[in-house]
């Protein structure tokens, strides 16, 4: 099984802030997709963004974007601009192209918007 | 809007009873998941479903049994609930165009 982690379980951001959630996966794979998704308390997983292995230039979803290192194996999300909406769990995942339709999660970070 | 909807949000439930949890999706999706939520654990695939009548374990099956009868339905079954299977548990359906899920709302279930 691949392995996702995420070593910040709680991170906080004033409003209006920036705040960089951490993520790191191992694989052997060179095809492969990457997510964030977010739970906010009414436990509904939303899709933030989505990573193609194969891109080089980073997502970006409005106040969202990403910075994928392939080579580090390093997937994290920066929001700017950060809003009380924001805050939630924020879950990293990972699925390979090839072998198979099944996700890989992180164990989550906490994130809290202070106003 | 493509729905996946899990009938319960919250379930208590005594050790031994035999527990359903279902999830219905609108979305004529042929994959469906089911995944446990834990504190410090993420998420956890219990049991996957390619198609009706189709079944695969998942990275923790012990305890659990799954049913697909029809294409929209996919059910967990806790044969005889114990308290470490208290948890969250959310079911996911994907889209094979571009393989992205859609959750539920997830089932929080207490075994007492």
């Known amino acids: 099984a691949q392995t996702v982690t995420q070593s910040q379980p709680e991170m906080s951001v004033q409003e209006a802030e920036t705040v960089t959630l951490s993520c790191t996966y191992d694989?052997?794979?060179?095809?492969?997709?990457l997510f964030w998704y977010k739970q906010p308390p009414s436990r509904q997983m939303i899709l933030v963004i989505r990573?193609?292995?194969?891109?080089?230039q980073n997502a970006t979803e409005n106040r969202f974007s990403v910075n994928f290192q392939k080579a580090a194996k390093s997937f994290s999300l920066k929001i700017s601009d950060s809003q009380l909406g924001d805050a939630a769990m924020y879950f990293c995942?990972?699925?390979?192209?090839?072998?198979?339709?099944?996700?890989?999660f992180g164990t989550g970070t906490s994130l809290t918007v202070i106003p | 809007d493509v729905k996946v909807t899990q009938s319960s949000r919250y379930l208590v439930k005594r050790t031994g009873e035999k527990v359903f949890l279902e999830c219905v999706q609108d979305m004529d999706h042929e994959n469906m998941f089911w995944y446990r939520q834990d504190p410090g654990l993420g998420l956890r695939l219990i049991y996957f479903?390619?198609?009706?009548?189709?079944?695969e374990k998942g990275d923790i099956p012990e305890g659990y049994s799954v049913s697909r009868e029809k294409k929209e339905r996919f059910s967990l079954i806790l044969e005889s609930a114990s308290t470490n299977q208290t948890s969250m548990y959310l079911c996911?359906?994907?889209?094979?165009?571009?393989?992205?899920?859609?959750f539920g709302s997830g089932t929080r279930l207490t075994v007492v």
């Open positions: 995942a990972y699925r390979s192209a090839n072998t198979g339709n099944q996700f890989y």
């Open positions: 479903s390619y198609d009706v009548k189709m079944k």
């Open positions: 990573q193609e292995a194969y891109k080089q």
């Open positions: 996911a359906s994907q889209d094979t165009t571009n393989y992205g899920y859609t």
């Open positions: 694989t052997s794979e060179s095809d492969y997709y």
